[in-house]
């Protein structure tokens, strides 16, 4: 069985930094792109950043410059470094394959970005 788990989140004000996790269970990690997504509120889920196998990366325009996406194979895990923190990425942060499986989604991490 598949398990993501996202934690890292937090409450931060404008101009901060947090650092996600999110470890895999159940898949073969190494061998498949993953991405972080975000849900803010009243909008769709969105692609923020993704990985490929191989540490190539790409991210939406309006983190570029600010988030870094980055993975540990050994660790099954994937990791998003968010700085310069603003009002609108607060969301709720999940990951999940890159071409997201339905049945892979998580509880996801609340980032609350708030003076």
């Known amino acids: 069985q598949v398990q993501l788990v996202e934690s890292g989140g937090g409450l931060v004000q404008p101009g901060g930094s947090l650092r996600l996790s999110c470890a895999a269970s159940g898949i073969i990690f190494r061998i498949n792109s993953m991405g972080w997504f975000r849900r803010a509120p009243g909008k769709p889920r969105e692609l923020v950043a993704d990985?490929?196998?191989?540490?190539?990366?790409s991210y939406t325009d309006s983190v570029k410059g600010r988030f870094t996406i980055s993975r540990d194979n050994l660790k099954n895990t994937v990791y998003l470094q968010m700085n310069n923190l603003k009002p609108d990425d607060t969301a709720v942060y999940y990951c999940?394959?890159?071409?997201?499986?339905?049945?892979?989604w998580g509880q996801g991490t609340q980032v609350t970005v708030s003076s």
């Open positions: 999940n394959t890159a071409s997201p499986n339905p049945n892979y």
């Open positions: 990985i490929t196998s191989g540490g190539s990366t």
